[in-house]
């Protein structure tokens, strides 16, 4: 496949093996067996239950930044979403937002333009809600300089995109005209095209400018965030570590930041490196217990979207024939490629 010669994906690679080997670096395994063996996984239900709602919340968030459009079915925004997520945790570059939007655009009948640029905005509210969410904890919890600086340089960042994305939008004939320039390089059939990818991208951009769209949003966003913060309380409780509440949101937001890292799909590694430290070095929590519980918290955010894809495509056949369409168009098999060579 194309994609094993890209650099990217190597270098990923390498950063998950590097996080894997300092996260279980002096690790009793039978001490983390013996943590596994004796947690109370009937907890798992209600944090199963909490990770639905929080998936459930985000699905309706990513409709509201269709504006001005309020037909899109949460059906298909919550399977596609999820089976976006899915692919990222099993392909490498993040190319699950890639599917998600070819998806929708065929289910709900809007552009991949338009939602890609949704996409890009969701990530925004995303990274900016986990920075607040840290924020908020400062007066519970004793914030760490390996987390509070990654923390104020990706809020800065961020804002400054949300900002820089907000006047795009309000500068739209600027940036159309932009686009329009642009295209004078490209032959004419594709000029047309263009122009309505950057109109369709204006489109998804603009809720940052409206004040209502986007305290509609800012709201989901919380609503999600904080069930996947109740998520991770029940299942520190299933290991009864010992920790109050503060533990749960604290981990969120630490291991939701180390995404951002590029490393191996699913942030194999990475995961497990801050969510073992912070337990560890914020909330005195043994290696052992820590690293059993974050190898089980990591299992329920890595299969709750699998799990999700899989009865959506159950139900939804046409999803599915798309889905493979898509593969097949992406990632060209031997055979295609050589009938098209010849």
């Not at 991208?201 to 109740?230: N, R």
């Not at 930041?257 to 990475?270: E, K, N």
């Not at 519980?293 to 999700?308: E, G, R």
């Amino acid at each position: 496949m194309r994609f094993l010669r890209n650099p990217l994906l190597w270098i990923g690679l390498l950063i998950s093996l590097g996080a894997l080997w300092l996260s279980f670096r002096g690790l009793h395994w039978a001490e983390v067996g013996s943590a596994l063996r004796h947690a109370n996984y009937l907890l798992l239900l209600p944090a199963a239950v909490a990770m639905f709602f929080s998936l459930y919340f985000r699905a309706i968030r990513w409709g509201v930044l269709f504006h001005p459009r309020t037909d899109l079915r949460v059906g298909n925004l919550m399977g596609t979403m999820n089976i976006g997520y899915s692919v990222n945790n099993l392909l490498p570059l993040r190319v699950g937002e890639l599917v998600r939007a070819y998806l929708v655009g065929e289910a709900e009948g809007v552009s991949a333009a338009h939602a890609l640029s949704t996409i890009v905005v969701e990530r925004v509210l995303d990274v900016l809600t986990v920075v607040l969410m840290l924020i908020l904890l400062l007066p519970f919890v004793d914030v760490p300089a390996w987390a509070a600086t990654p923390a104020l340089v990706a809020g800065v960042v961020f804002l400054v995109l949300a900002v820089l994305l907000a006047t795009l939008s309000l500068a739209r004939q600027w940036a159309l005209a932009a686009a329009d320039w642009c295209a004078r390089l490209l032959p004419a059939r594709h000029r047309t095209r263009l122009h309505e990818a950057a109109e369709a991208v204006m489109e998804g951009f603009g809720v940052l400018s409206k004040p209502v769209v986007l305290a509609s949003s800012v709201g989901w966003s919380f609503a999600s965030w904080l069930c996947s913060a109740l998520m991770m309380f029940f299942v520190q409780q299933a290991f009864d570590l010992g920790v109050g509440f503060a533990a749960a949101p604290f981990v969120l937001a630490t291991t939701a930041l180390a995404m951002l890292v590029p490393a191996s799909p699913g942030s194999i590694g990475t995961f497990e490196l801050v969510a073992i430290k912070g337990m560890k070095n914020v909330f005195d929590v043994g290696s052992n217990a820590a690293a059993s519980y974050a190898l089980v918290q990591h299992a329920v955010l890595y299969l709750s979207p699998l799990i999700v894809s899989a009865v959506y495509l159950s139900r939804e056949r046409q999803a599915w024939r798309q889905l493979r369409f898509w593969a097949r168009q992406a990632v060209p098999t031997e055979e295609t490629t050589g009938a098209s060579s010849t």
